[in-house]
Structure formats: structure tokens, C-alpha cells
């Protein structure tokens, strides 16, 4: 299991390496001693304020996303993507903000709710719920009390499953992992399987439920994911500071006050709500969350959650719109983000694995 | 025997085993317990069982068919409809199916043996996904080279996916043992993306679905005899069954026993590969045959491969015979790949085997 003070030592991690790009930058003989104090100060002043950079590496991204290529076509172009991009941003906040909660109260830095087969018991309950009610009533179903049946249905799954992953194997992290990728498993492959039972008209409804898409989003499910992020983030808010404690351990956090059972159940319906948001939103995507938290835990400078909610957000809507708008308008490939996310986030999986391998050692 | 498990390997290291006196406590016991079923026993009932299905499956399909009709046209030495269809269509498939069935179960049985690990199987080292990913790449470059070079690609990129995956799990320390799996499924995972990641870009995800997702409803007479090789590799794997379970002892006992440790993992590494890269080019993927049926075997006869391995091949036929008759009959006249019955089956299965561990205990 990992603790806090594992968190912690990223965080020096970061800031020796921090100082060592500083030597390196301050040894070079190029520039004048000037010149080095200046660019000296500032990288410390970017080390200082990574929330700022990365607000002002996000503006840039969402100017290039909604104005590259447009060519003269403004009043088709920019609805069209102003849309897309409030959807890329929405799902970067629920990823980003599930796995940095669900992070916390494991306690443990490699996981995300993804890889415990989350998201796609989120996929399983659209199969089922088209195989018992049918395509057409399915699509028909008011969004909004569809969604809230589907948020309610997941909630109580991924109670389920949470207390069953850690109440049996959470003495042994490994154990707990690959069950928590096995039910995944399970979960798509029963997916699979009611896809194939029921007719095909159906099977497309489903279908296009458990892929990744980041380019075709659900207009209707738009206001109601802004309106479920809004909520949220108030509760989250509200609980930054309890989160902070939680960090210290269950026990720690016991001793210090904190209502335990309550927090935990809040956090976790947070953590089911916005997986549910973005998996409706866009499909599952396994390994993202878990890109976004190392990148954050690298940047961020100590591990206080009022910094990191903002910076983790941040950054996870960083890599979507920005990512984005490279695939789509400069290497003109269209749907290729998802699949390099998974890419990048599985590789950071692996590192991190082998990270925390040599640190037990 | 059940000396090459982690535990009794590791406990020949060093007396303390930290993680690793879970799960194995239940083929520990098969030590002193030695067999409760004798071999020959188990033997005969899975030959029955296998025949028994063979029957099934042969009467189980869409078109008319009866036995009566065979029968018929061996007493009156003519050919008929019903005849022609089971050499045409029902014959190859069943024996396409047994011979992938013990393909895939002997192959789970022999890495198991060489990494010394319960709960890997070739798609859980890199193997089923990197020889589709030769497969792919040599469609696209050459695609009219012969069905035998293509195959020799696909083996080549099977060993060159397990050895890096070797060389990735090298510092993982054999006590760890549900590492190597977790590792194995993300590394899978990744090959996979890059496999995609080419198809999407060149157009041929639908070239790709074929080999990624097992399925035998394409098979008829002249599309499958390819498999046979595996059948040879199989006896091969009889032949040197001993060495392979001397290898499994571990190093030392394997260097005073007089047997080249390295030589004998090539060997099996090498027809490893061979195996997943015919199931692949002929049938598709088909995830835990190889992970389930050893295990079920060594915990009935436990591990020495000599007597054990006639089991996992004939449990491994009757395990994917019966996957593919349900599969054919759950939405008659319609068919379920047997991949995805198998991933249902497969991974339920999987979680009976790490959950049932602790309370071992």
C-alpha cells in the first residue's frame, strides 16, 4: 500500500529535478551572467505558479481549437466547436477530478477507477438496459431521467464492486489491481456478449456506447454533464480540506476528526457520478486519468488538494483540447486521440509500476 | 508436484516469503496430498466428455442435417447432402476447434512453467498481440505474400513481444507473482493500441477484427489446416515435457540436473509463440484457455507436465468445444463468437482462482 509520504517524495522528486534543469540552464556559458539570472528567475517563477502556466497554456490551446483552419467559415465553424470543445473540458474535469479523489481514498497513486473496470460497468448497464428495454425505448427514455437512472444503476454497482475490491484484497495492491482489471474485463466482454444477443438495430445503440469518441458528442447529454460538473465541484470544494486529511491515512484521519464513513461515501458517489458523466459523454478510456495525476503530482508543488482539484482539471484539459487540435487540424488525424491516450497512459502505468517497484525495494 | 510454484521457489531462495503465501497454499497442499484422482482417470472422463461434445457440435448448425442421412449414404456408398456437409463445413470445424483448444491450453501450460508463473498465458505476455501486429504489418507491406510467410512474420513477432516483455519483467522479483500478469495485461493492452493505432490509419480495422476476435464460424475444409502444426507442436512439448518441468524447478535445481536452462525456455518460448501465431492467423484470439485449463489440471494432478499435459490438452478441447456449441445455440440461428463467450466464461473463472486465495489461508 502506498502512503502519504510516498506522495510526498514525488513531490521532492519533482523539485530536485527542478534543480537540476536549473543548474543545467545556469552552467550553460552562452549567455551572459545577466541573461542567466534572468532566465534563472524565470523558470523558478514558472516552478512557482504552475497553476497559471497551465490556465495560460489552456487559453492558448482553446483559442487555437476554436480559430485553426476556419477559413472564413465562422458561423458553421464556431458553434460546432464551441460545443466540442465545452465537451472536451467537461470530460477532462470528470476524469481528471475521479481519479484524483478515488487516488485519495485508495491511497494509492497507480490507481484510476478505469482500471478497476469502472467505466466499463457504466458500458455493461447501457447493454443492459437496451437488452431488457429495447432500442427504442431505450433511446427514447427522457435523457434526463435516463441519465439519472444510469447514475443511480452505477452508483450502487460501483458501491458494490468498491467494497468488494477492498474489503478482500486490499491487504495486497497487485491482488487488488489485476482483480479490479479482471471484473473490467468481465464487464466488456458481458458488453460484448448482450451486443450480440440482442438484434442489430440495438447492437448499434450499444455499440456506439462503449468506444472512446471524442469527436461525435451527445448535444443532450451536454447541459446535463455541465450541470452534474457544477454540482460536483461545489461538494469537491467544500471537501478539499477533509480530503487533505484523508490523505494521512484512514486511521489519521479518524483520530483527527473526520467523519470517515461519511466522507468516504460522498467522495465516492462524486467519483461514480463523474465517471458516469464522462463515460456517457465520450466512452471509457482506461488509462487517461491516470496520465493526468502523474503529471499533476510531477508539476504540482506540494499536495494540498486546493492546488491540485485546479491544477489536475487543468491539465487534463490541456491534453484533451490541445491534443485535439493537433490530431485534427495538424496532423489531420482525426480520431487517433484516444488511442495514443491509451498509449501514453498505459507506458505511464508501466513506469509507474516499475517506479514504485524500485522504492519497496 | 508443485515445486516450481513461486512459494517453494522462493522459499528455496530465502526462508521469508513475504507476498507470496497466498494462493499457492492450495497447490502446496497437492504435495503431500500427492494425486486424489489418478491421471487415468482423468484422463478417460475428459475423453468421454471430449467425445461427447465432438457429437454435439457435429449436429449442432443452421443448415438440415441428420444422422440418419449419413448413415444412409455409408450404406449405399453415394454421396448426399448430409455427408457433404460434414466433410465440408461440420468436420473441419470441430476439429479446427479441438485443435485450437489444446493449442492454446498446452501453450498456457509451457510459459506458465518457463516464467514460473500461475497466471500468465500467451496473451498475458505480449504474444497473441504482437504476432497480429506482424500479421497486420505484413498484410499491409506485402499483402500477397504466401499464407506460410505471413505466419513465419506473425512467430517472429510473437517471440521478439515475449522477449521484450522477458527483458521488461527481469527485475521483478519472482515473490511479486501477480506483477508479471498485471505488467503482461498492460503491455498487451499497449501492443494492441499500436496495432490500432496502424489499422486506423491505413484503413484495415475490419482486416484487424478478424484476427483480434476468435471465431470459428469461417472455418471449413481448406481454411484450417494450418492447425495441424500445432498439433505437432504439441507432441513436441510431450517429448520434452521432463526438461521443461526441470526448468520450472528452478535455476539451480535446473544446472544440477545437467539440463541447459536457457536452451530449454528458448525452445518453449519459441513453440509458445508458434502456437499463438497459427490460433491467431487461422482463428482469431481467444483469451484464458491458456490461463484456466492449466490451472484447473495442476490442481487436480498437479505439475509435472508429463502426466499433466494430456489433461490440458483434452480439458482445453472440451473447454472450447463447449464454449463454441453454446455459443452456436444461445441465439440459434444467429452465432456468438466463441471469444466472447470464452472472455465471459474465461474471466469468471480467472476471479474464482485470485479471489478463493486469501480465505485459503
Given at each position: 500500500m502506498f502512503s502519504s509520504t510516498k506522495l510526498t517524495s514525488t513531490k521532492t522528486d519533482a523539485t530536485k529535478t527542478s534543480t537540476a534543469i536549473d543548474n543545467s540552464s545556469s552552467a550553460d556559458?552562452?549567455?551572459?551572467a545577466a541573461a542567466q539570472g534572468q532566465l534563472a528567475k524565470l523558470w523558478t517563477w514558472i516552478a512557482a505558479h504552475p497553476k497559471s502556466i497551465a490556465a495560460i497554456i489552456l487559453l492558448i490551446s482553446m483559442t487555437l481549437f476554436m480559430?485553426?483552419?476556419?477559413?472564413?467559415y465562422w458561423d458553421f465553424a464556431l458553434p460546432l466547436r464551441g460545443k466540442k470543445l465545452l465537451a472536451l473540458m467537461v470530460v477532462g474535469y470528470a476524469i481528471g477530478v475521479s481519479t484524483l479523489l478515488f487516488q485519495t481514498l485508495t491511497h494509492?497513486?497507480?490507481?484510476?477507477p478505469s482500471l478497476l473496470g469502472f467505466d466499463s460497468l457504466y458500458v455493461l448497464l447501457q447493454s443492459l438496459l437496451v437488452f431488457f428495454l429495447g432500442a427504442i425505448s431505450f433511446t427514447s427514455l427522457d435523457p434526463i431521467a435516463k441519465f439519472t437512472l444510469e447514475i443511480v444503476l452505477m452508483f450502487g454497482a460501483s458501491l458494490l464492486l468498491f467494497k468488494l475490491l477492498f474489503s478482500k484484497s486490499s491487504q495486497d495492491l497487485t491482488r487488488l489491481i489485476l482483480v479490479g482489471v479482471i471484473f473490467g474485463v468481465l464487464f466488456r466482454s458481458l458488453s460484448a456478449l448482450i451486443a450480440r444477443l440482442i438484434n442489430p438495430d440495438d447492437f448499434v445503440v450499444v455499440q456506439s456506447a462503449s468506444y472512446a469518441q471524442?469527436?461525435?458528442?451527445?448535444p443532450q447529454l451536454l447541459g446535463i454533464s455541465l450541470f452534474i460538473c457544477a454540482i460536483t465541484a461545489i461538494f469537491v470544494w467544500r471537501w478539499r480540506y477533509q480530503c487533505d486529511v484523508l490523505m494521512l491515512g484512514q486511521a489519521q484521519a479518524i483520530n483527527l476528526g473526520i467523519n470517515y464513513q461519511r466522507l468516504a461515501f460522498g467522495l465516492l458517489t462524486v467519483i461514480a457520478v463523474l465517471v458516469a458523466t464522462a463515460t456517457a459523454l465520450v466512452g471509457p478510456v482506461t488509462f487517461f486519468g491516470l496520465l493526468v495525476c502523474a503529471l499533476t503530482n510531477r508539476i504540482?508543488?506540494?499536495?494540498?488538494h486546493t492546488e491540485r482539484l485546479i491544477l489536475v482539471s487543468l491539465v487534463a484539459m490541456i491534453c484533451l483540447v490541445l491534443g485535439q487540435t493537433i490530431f485534427e487540424?495538424?496532423?489531420?488525424?482525426?480520431?487517433v486521440l484516444s488511442v495514443v491516450i491509451e498509449l501514453a497512459g498505459g507506458l505511464m502505468f508501466l513506469a509507474l509500476i516499475f517506479m514504485s517497484q524500485r522504492r519497496s525495494l | 508436484m508443485s515445486l516450481f510454484s513461486p512459494r517453494t521457489h522462493a522459499r528455496l531462495k530465502s526462508s521469508t516469503a513475504p507476498s507470496a503465501s497466498s494462493w499457492q497454499s492450495g497447490t502446496g497442499n497437492a504435495l503431500h496430498?500427492?494425486?486424489?484422482?489418478p491421471p487415468w482417470f482423468i484422463n478417460t472422463a475428459s475423453l468421454i466428455l471430449m467425445g461427447l461434445l465432438v457429437l454435439l457440435s457435429l449436429s449442432i448448425g443452421v443448415a438440415d442435417f441428420s444422422w440418419s442421412g449419413i448413415l444412409q449414404s455409408l450404406l449405399t456408398q453415394s454421396a448426399n447432402s448430409d455427408s457433404s456437409l460434414l466433410l465440408v463445413s461440420r468436420i473441419p470445424r470441430t476439429i479446427a476447434i479441438i485443435l485450437t483448444g489444446i493449442a492454446m491450453a498446452v501453450a498456457g501450460m509451457i510459459i506458465q512453467v518457463v516464467l514460473k508463473?500461475?497466471?500468465?498465458e500467451p496473451s498475458m505476455v505480449g504474444a497473441t498481440q504482437s504476432a497480429a501486429l506482424g500479421l497486420l504489418v505484413v498484410s499491409l507491406l506485402?499483402?500477397?505474400?504466401?499464407l506460410i510467410v505471413k505466419m513465419g512474420v506473425a512467430t517472429i513477432a510473437a517471440v521478439f513481444g515475449m522477449m521484450l516483455f522477458m527483458l521488461l519483467i527481469h527485475?521483478?522479483?519472482?515473490?511479486?507473482?501477480l506483477m508479471i500478469p498485471l505488467i503482461g495485461i498492460v503491455f498487451g493492452g499497449i501492443i494492441e493500441a499500436v496495432t490500432t493505432f496502424i489499422a486506423y490509419q491505413t484503413e484495415s480495422l475490419q482486416l484487424l477484427s478478424v484476427w483480434q476476435f476468435g471465431d470459428f464460424?469461417?472455418?471449413l475444409a481448406g481454411r484450417?489446416?494450418?492447425?495441424?502444426l500445432t498439433g505437432a507442436l504439441c507432441v513436441l512439448a510431450y517429448i520434452i515435457a521432463d526438461k521443461l518441468t526441470i526448468v520450472g524447478l528452478g535455476d539451480n535445481i535446473a544446472l544440477n540436473l545437467g539440463i541447459s536452462k536457457r536452451q530449454v525456455t528458448w525452445i518453449g518460448v519459441g513453440m509458445v509463440a508458434m502456437m499463438s501465431a497459427v490460433v491467431v492467423v487461422t482463428v482469431g484470439m481467444i483469451p484464458f484457455i491458456g490461463l484456466v485449463v492449466p490451472n484447473i489440471v495442476s490442481r487436480l494432478m498437479g505439475d509435472k507436465l508429463r502426466r499433466s499435459l494430456p489433461a490440458v490438452a483434452l480439458l482445453g478441447a472440451s473447454a472450447v468445444l463447449l464454449c463454441d456449441i453454446i455459443g452456436r445455440s444461445i441465439r440459434y440461428p444467429f452465432e456468438v463468437p466463441v471469444a466472447t463467450i470464452f472472455g465471459v466464461v474465461g474471466t469468471v473463472l480467472f476471479l474464482w482462482l485470485l479471489l478463493r486465495a486469501p480465505s485459503e489461508q
Open positions: 556559458g552562452q549567455y551572459s480559430t485553426l483552419n476556419v477559413n472564413g494509492n497513486p497507480i490507481l484510476t471524442f469527436n461525435t458528442v451527445n504540482a508543488r506540494h499536495m494540498y487540424q495538424v496532423l489531420d488525424m482525426a480520431g | 496430498r500427492r494425486t486424489v484422482v508463473n500461475r497466471f500468465v506485402f499483402p500477397a505474400s504466401a527485475r521483478i522479483p519472482p515473490t511479486d507473482f464460424s469461417g472455418v484450417y489446416e494450418l492447425l495441424w
